[in-house]
């Protein structure tokens, strides 16, 4: 088994060696973060994608026109991806990175592989990685489409707005730890499990602003429509949803009722 971590890689740099299909999906993968990519893989043999990220993101992709040369490639470098149709080669830069010290990945190769990839879901700052430890990444792929249908989309947007509310707490109620850190995390954690997790998504500035005033410093939860907004479709649904079997129970049991009834009345 894996440590799932969310690795930071700002004011970090990658090497990735290699400049086919599989090459060009790690460099999405490290766009998405905040480090800076080399690539070592000649010229011709970039893949379509590979060459319009690297005219795309000639500030975070440093392109090097040749096969990797050997231990001076690593210097200054904190992760290397290796995507290469040469396995003996491949495995002997994941030496070389061994003995550098550097965690390193390997697509053809998982043994040697100091982290994998994983099938991932992104909306906004979040993020779900599905990891079958190696096992069948063809099947983490048909997880993530189930995880996919199961979101309503709107996920993102509300952690969005949490991250911008937590801040503007922060700084009303600032410190880290002691009596203040506790009343601020015990608040957060009240109003996270309180209201609908689509809520968050419908707040503005001004709705922030009236729910510290009305919530943080009086130490209370107002709901979504006492800071302005209105009840969300998800919620509306769900309680649409679940007022179905009774409603059709009650019709039943009405009609079952009558029928019996008139039945008696004839006899
Ligand atoms: C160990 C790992 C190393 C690493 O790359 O980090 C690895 C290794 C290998 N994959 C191979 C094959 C395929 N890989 C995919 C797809 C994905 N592979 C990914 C990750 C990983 N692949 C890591 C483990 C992940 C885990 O925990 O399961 C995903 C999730 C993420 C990503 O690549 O970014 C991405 C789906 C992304 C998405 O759809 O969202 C498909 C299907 C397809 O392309 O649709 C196939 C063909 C069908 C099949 O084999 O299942 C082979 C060749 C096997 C052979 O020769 O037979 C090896 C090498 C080997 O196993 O020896
Ligand atoms: N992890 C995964 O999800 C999967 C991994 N693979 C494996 O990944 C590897 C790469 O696959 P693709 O990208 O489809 O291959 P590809 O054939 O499209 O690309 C290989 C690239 O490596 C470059 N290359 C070869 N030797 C090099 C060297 N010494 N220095 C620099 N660049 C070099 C080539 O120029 C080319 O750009 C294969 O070994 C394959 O088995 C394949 C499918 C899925």
């Known amino acids: 088994m894996s440590l799932l971590v969310a690795w930071q890689l700002k004011d970090r740099r990658v090497l990735i060696v290699g400049g086919g299909e599989i090459a060009s999906q790690r460099m999405d993968s490290i ?5 800076s990519i080399a690539v070592i893989a000649p010229e011709h043999r970039l893949n379509s994608r590979a060459r319009q990220l690297i005219a795309c993101h000639h500030a975070r992709i440093t392109h090097h026109d ?16 290796t995507a290469l ?13 061994r003995d550098a010290r550097i965690p390193v990945n390997a697509a053809d190769i998982p043994d040697l592989c100091d982290f ?3 099938a991932q879901i992104r909306d906004g700052p979040l ?3 599905i990891s079958t430890n190696g096992n069948g990444p063809r099947l983490a792929s048909r997880i993530k489409e189930r995880l996919q249908r199961a979101l309503s989309g709107g996920e993102g947007e509300a952690i969005t707005k949490v991250g911008r509310l937590r801040t503007l707490l922060k700084q009303k109620a600032p410190g880290i730890g002691g009596d203040q850190g506790r009343r601020r995390m015990k608040w957060m954690t009240r109003l996270c499990n309180e209201w609908e997790l689509e809520d968050f998504a419908q ?3 001004a709705m922030m602003k009236s729910l510290l005033e009305d919530g943080w410093e009086k ?6 429509q006492d800071v302005g907004g209105t009840c969300s479709t998800r919620r509306y649904h769900q309680n649409f949803h679940s007022t179905i079997p009774l409603a059709v129970g009650f019709f039943v049991g009405v009609f079952t009722t009558a029928l019996i009834t008139f039945f008696r009345h004839r006899k």
Do not use: K, W
């Open 31 to 35: 766009l998405v973060t905040d480090a």
């Open 127 to 129: 993020q779900i990685m």
């Open 116 to 118: 994998y990839f994983g």
């Open 219 to 224: 130490d209370r939860i107002p709901s979504l």
């Open 203 to 205: 707040l503005d500035n």
């Open 85 to 97: 149709d040469d396995p003996e080669r491949s495995r002997e830069i994941v030496l070389m990175c």
């Open 66 to 81: 040749r096969l990797f040369l050997g231990p001076s490639e690593l210097h200054n470098i904190d992760m290397v991806l």
